[in-house]
């Protein structure tokens, strides 16, 4: 059985490797087509082909163009009002006859749409009835009944990676606009920088050192967000302390009665730590654990301060 296994994955590997040769210019033209189109890419199959046109409508909306799916007998029953014209239609079927499929082609043609296949029959109903063809070619199955959608499944994957990935660099798509699509997981946080995360200079009440506590605190109750900290702001606009609710309420639980007459200086934090807006939120975080510290100043290349970042928002509970 590992034999066997093996003998299966360089099999792929192989019909792989002449796709690689067998692409051509039809790529390029359908990617030139999806990029200039105002619509978006609706992608067809049947079967296998409906969860491969899944994953490739997944890639392409990840890396920057817009695609869905759409099933060619739901289409057939009502979701043809999905398409709109200006989409380019990507239509799946390795043996290019799936009669759903050429149903769909025919209804869509009401549309001002680009209708592209992706096959494994260049003289097939779909491949004639198609504006441009991705030819997969005769794809010999894994399977050894020669009958599971195995190696051509995986062909047409691969086949809308390469689209995808053209199309993403075509765009000059970037390492922070993948960042902007995947914000809730862990990739998306590797690539977020300080200032995707930190609370911006326009949220945040900002003082001088001689601004009267009262005044200070005055404006930190007003402030639309009620964050309950305020910036200390010095010479050259760089932040030299932090004045906090917190503080100011454990001053007064410890006895103490504040000045309110007092300049914020007497009564702020000075920072033990500040980050840039362009630092990777790893850095924020090791700094948050260097310093045990709660906040910290954010600042642009200048050193001027553009914000605040919270320890909370840095660092996931353990």
Request: net charge negative; proline share 4%; glycine share 8%.
């Given at each position: 059985?590992?034999?066997r296994?093996?003998?299966?994955?360089?099999?792929?590997?192989?019909?792989?490797?002449?796709?690689?040769?067998?692409i051509?210019?039809?790529?390029?033209?359908?990617?030139?087509?999806?990029?200039?189109?105002?619509?978006i890419?609706?992608v067809?199959?049947?079967g296998?082909?409906?969860?491969?046109?899944?994953?490739?409508?997944?890639i392409?909306?990840s890396?920057?163009?817009?695609?869905?799916t759409l099933?060619?007998?739901?289409?057939?029953?009502g979701?043809?009002?999905?398409?709109?014209?200006?989409?380019?239609?990507?239509?799946?079927?390795?043996?290019?006859?799936?009669a759903?499929?050429l149903?769909?082609?025919?209804?869509?043609?009401?549309?001002?749409?680009?209708?592209?296949?992706?096959?494994?029959?260049?003289?097939?109903?779909?491949?004639?009835?198609?504006?441009?063809?991705?030819?997969i070619?005769?794809m010999?199955e894994?399977c050894?009944?020669?009958?599971a959608?195995?190696?051509?499944?995986?062909?047409?994957?691969?086949m809308?990676?390469?689209l995808?990935l053209?199309l993403?660099?075509?765009?000059?798509?970037?390492r922070?606009?993948?960042?902007?699509?995947?914000?809730?997981?862990?990739?998306?946080?590797?690539?977020?920088?300080?200032?995707?995360?930190?609370?911006?200079?326009?949220?945040?009440?900002?003082?001088?050192?001689?601004?009267?506590l009262?005044?200070a605190?005055?404006?930190?109750c007003r402030?639309?967000?009620?964050l309950?900290?305020g910036?200390?702001?010095?010479?050259?606009?760089?932040?030299?302390?932090?004045?906090?609710?917190?503080?100011?309420?454990?001053?007064?639980?410890?006895?103490?009665?504040p000045?309110?007459?007092?300049?914020?200086?007497r009564h702020?934090?000075r920072?033990?730590?500040t980050?840039?807006?362009?630092?990777?939120?790893?850095?924020?975080?090791?700094?948050?654990?260097?310093?045990e510290?709660?906040?910290?100043?954010?600042?642009?290349?200048r050193e001027?301060?553009?914000?605040?970042?919270?320890?909370?928002?840095?660092?996931?509970?353990?």
């Amino acid at each position: 059985m590992l034999e066997r296994a093996r003998a299966i994955i360089r099999q792929e590997a192989a019909a792989l490797e002449s796709l690689s040769n067998r692409i051509d210019e039809n790529i390029c033209l359908l990617a030139d087509h999806i990029f200039s189109s105002m619509g978006i890419v609706v992608v067809c199959g049947i079967g296998k082909s409906r969860l491969v046109g899944e994953k490739i409508a997944a890639i392409l909306t990840s890396t920057g163009t817009r695609s869905i799916t759409l099933d060619p007998v739901d289409a057939l029953h009502g979701d043809l009002g999905r398409v709109r014209a200006g989409d380019v239609i990507l239509a799946l079927s390795n043996s290019g006859e799936t009669a759903e499929l050429l149903q769909l082609i025919r209804a869509v043609r009401q549309f001002s749409v680009i209708v592209a296949a992706i096959t494994g029959r260049a003289s097939s109903s779909l491949a004639e009835a198609a504006d441009v063809v991705l030819d997969i070619g005769l794809m010999q199955e894994a399977c050894a009944l020669g009958l599971a959608p195995t190696t051509s499944t995986m062909a047409m994957a691969a086949m809308g990676d390469a689209l995808a990935l053209i199309l993403q660099e075509r765009r000059g798509f970037t390492r922070q606009d993948f960042a902007r699509l995947h914000p809730g997981g862990s990739l998306g946080r590797e690539l977020m920088q300080v200032r995707d995360l930190m609370w911006p200079l326009e949220a945040i009440p900002v003082f001088r050192p001689d601004t009267p506590l009262s005044a200070a605190l005055s404006s930190m109750c007003r402030a639309p967000r009620k964050l309950g900290v305020g910036a200390v702001i010095g010479e050259q606009r760089r932040v030299v302390g932090i004045l906090s609710w917190e503080f100011i309420g454990r001053l007064v639980e410890h006895g103490a009665s504040p000045d309110l007459n007092d300049p914020v200086e007497r009564h702020m934090q000075r920072p033990f730590a500040t980050v840039s807006g362009h630092a990777s939120l790893d850095r924020a975080a090791q700094l948050f654990r260097e310093h045990e510290i709660e906040l910290m100043p954010v600042h642009d290349d200048r050193e001027e301060f553009v914000g605040l970042i919270s320890r909370q928002d840095v660092l996931k509970p353990s």
